[in-house]
């Protein structure tokens, strides 16, 4: 089945260490984007990727870096420079964002 | 910038009834996207609807319609004959033309209760 897969489904990291979630897409999308997502605030956009090799920040890109090496894969790390990292992260693609994205199921990172 | 808002953060309804969830956007755009997710417990996003700006017509799919009014920047989701399978956080997005940039409103919360 077509789909975006998101890992781990729940992740916990000690202040002060980088941490890298995956995505990965199976639908030949073109466009990949990362959201957070803090109760009673939505999503909040993090990166987007339009094509390989390249990418756009969004409005909360501090403390985080992505790549975008292979069209199915658009990794997120967060650094130990993101302050609040605690949340809820939610990978999407696009084939037209016209159309609407798909999501993958998100994965809960917790900092301890 | 864009401004979505929905200021209903929780609603509930009875199974089988009506509800109607608000969203008004902020844009001088005049080509742009509307959309309503639902994100249920698993916390996966799906895509219930959605509503191109230079169409007049209310976008239906199935018991889920908008009223879209483009003049007063508001796009409402009403959902018909409620089941308990419609529980859920449901958000408002909005997107313009030629852009990869989609902003969400905050959600509304609801609960449809036997």
Redesign the interface.
């Known amino acids: 089945d077509g789909g975006i897969t998101q890992s781990p489904k729940y992740l916990f990291r000690k202040e002060g260490q980088n941490v890298t979630l995956s995505c990965e897409q199976n639908l030949n999308h073109d466009a990949m984007y990362w959201y957070r997502q803090d109760p009673g605030q939505g999503l909040r956009l993090i990166y987007y990727s339009q094509i390989v090799n390249d990418f756009q920040k969004g409005d909360i890109a501090e403390g985080y870096s992505v790549s975008r090496e292979k069209k199915e894969s658009f990794p997120l790390t967060v650094t130990s420079a993101q302050k609040n990292p605690t949340a809820f992260y939610l990978c999407a693609s696009s084939a037209q964002p016209i159309y609407g994205y798909t999501f993958g199921s998100g994965t809960r990172l917790t900092v301890v | 910038a864009q401004t ?1 808002t ?1 200021s209903q ?1 929780e609603m509930s309804v009875q199974e089988a009834e009506t509800v109607t969830l608000s969203c008004t956007y902020d844009t001088s755009e005049n080509n742009y ?1 509307l ?1 309503w ?1 639902k994100q249920p417990p ?6 219930v609807i ?1 509503q ?1 700006a230079y169409k007049q017509q209310n976008a239906t799919e199935n018991r889920f319609s908008v009223n879209f009014q483009k003049a007063a920047k508001s796009f409402s989701l009403k959902i018909s004959d409620s089941q308990l399978g419609d529980t859920a956080m449901y ?1 408002c997005a909005f ?1 313009k ?1 030629n ?4 902003r ?4 509304t919360r609801l609960t449809v209760k036997p």
């Open positions: 979505v929905q953060p996207y959309f997710y698993s916390r996966q996003m799906i895509l959605r191109e958000f997107m033309l852009n990869n940039d989609m969400f409103g905050a959600g």
